[in-house]
Nanobody, 122 residues
Framework: QVQLVESGGGLVQAGGSLRLSCAAS????????MGWYRQAPGKQREWVAS???????NYADSVKGRFTISRDNAKNTAYLQMNSLKPEDTAVYYC????????????????WGEGTRVTVSS
């Protein structure tokens, strides 16, 4: 019913920047929140940042001040601007969205993208 597609990953040197995008499509009535998670090799998936429909944002301490999450509600798209990247930011980054789909009654469900890989070289 809902698809999330991430893009923008790649290889960058430490100190560089990348901008990730997450586009949601499908039977979307509204999107309550969108967020980014990441999973480094051999580690559990961890939350990175989130943004709710009103625009409020939250960040993990490890990325605060370096990463910025934003969204374009008209395009159902979220972005993650990543600056001052460090080798420890290397991971597969996943987009998550809590989406209210067209249904009777309306209901919200969590959806995940397939991830985009970010590699930061030292």
């Amino acid at each position: 019913q809902v698809q999330l597609v991430e893009s923008g990953g790649g290889l960058v040197q430490a100190g560089g920047s990348l901008r990730l995008s997450c586009a949601a499509s499908g039977s979307i009535f509204s999107i309550n929140a969108m967020g980014w998670y990441r999973q480094a090799p051999g580690k559990q998936r961890e939350w990175v940042a989130s943004i709710i429909s009103g625009g409020s944002t939250n960040y993990a301490d490890s990325v605060k001040g370096r990463f910025t999450i934003s969204r374009d509600n008209a395009k159902n798209t979220a972005y993650l601007q990543m600056n001052s990247l460090k080798p420890e930011d290397t991971a597969v980054y996943y987009c998550n969205a809590r989406v209210v789909v067209f249904s009777a009654p309306l209901r919200a469900s969590d959806y995940w993208g397939e991830g985009t890989r970010v590699t930061v070289s030292s």
